[in-house]
């Protein structure tokens, strides 16, 4: 039982629009979510995150959105470049666990 | 500037063989965990550590061991290897399970 998901496998984009990647939990103690970033044959790499005290953060081109009610965020990438085709990992962490709960991953492409 | 360094890299077992992932991290984080990734089922965490001495079990546990004797190190043992165990394993360290984490470059595994 996926505790948090990213129902979409993969995403193509066009070079300089944006990219929405989603993702939806289901454990209503998560109180800090973060996205990763993976290239292959590289570990994860951190990119983003936000406390759930807040409904938005962001960070140069990334931003993420935070849904409490809807149990959903999203991370927009604005303007997207080559360059961030990747593949996105969502994760979640509870106020009562020590435990980093990793969604599935969304293939992002940007093509030029 | 290492980071986190995993060895090996590659590895190819013989069902029931056994073997120890190493993980080593230069950082002076508290916290340490080690993540499996598969196809369609994003990171799963096996087991973590709060700090050496400490360890605790994540999802996936069954057919792992680990240890932290030290904050620098901690090892990945495959008791009885399965070809389940077939996988790409991440370790990673953070300051803290709220902070970001840094992952190393993985150690893929395939057991035949």
């Known amino acids: 039982d996926q505790q948090v998901k990213q129902n979409s496998p993969s995403l193509s984009v066009q070079e300089g629009r944006i990219s929405i990647l989603n993702c939806d939990y289901t454990n209503s103690m998560f109180d800090y979510f973060l996205w990763y970033k993976k290239y292959p044959a590289e570990g994860p790499t951190f990119l983003i995150s936000i406390s759930s005290i807040k409904d938005k953060n962001e960070d140069g081109r990334f931003t993420v959105f935070l849904n409490k009610s809807a149990k959903h965020l999203s991370l927009h990438i604005v303007p997207s470049q080559p360059g961030d085709s990747a593949v996105y990992f969502c994760a979640a962490i509870s106020l009562y666990g020590n435990k980093l709960v990793f969604g599935a991953g969304t293939i992002l492409r940007v093509k030029s | 500037n290492a980071g986190v360094t995993q060895t090996p890299k590659f590895q190819v077992l013989k069902t029931g063989q056994s073997m120890t992932l190493q993980c080593a991290q230069d950082?002076?984080?508290?916290?340490m965990s080690w993540y499996r990734q598969d196809p369609g089922m994003g990171l799963r965490l096996i087991h973590y550590s709060v700090g050496a001495g400490i360890t605790d079990q994540g999802e996936v546990p069954n057919g792992y061991n680990v240890s932290r004797s030290t904050t620098e190190d901690f090892p990945l043992r495959l008791l009885s290897a399965a070809p389940s165990q077939t996988s790409v394993y991440f370790c990673?360290?953070?300051?803290?399970?709220?902070?970001?984490?840094?992952f190393g470059q993985g150690t893929r595994l395939t057991v035949v």
């Open positions: 950082m002076n984080h508290e916290y």
């Open positions: 990673a360290s953070s300051r803290g399970v709220y902070t970001e984490a840094f």
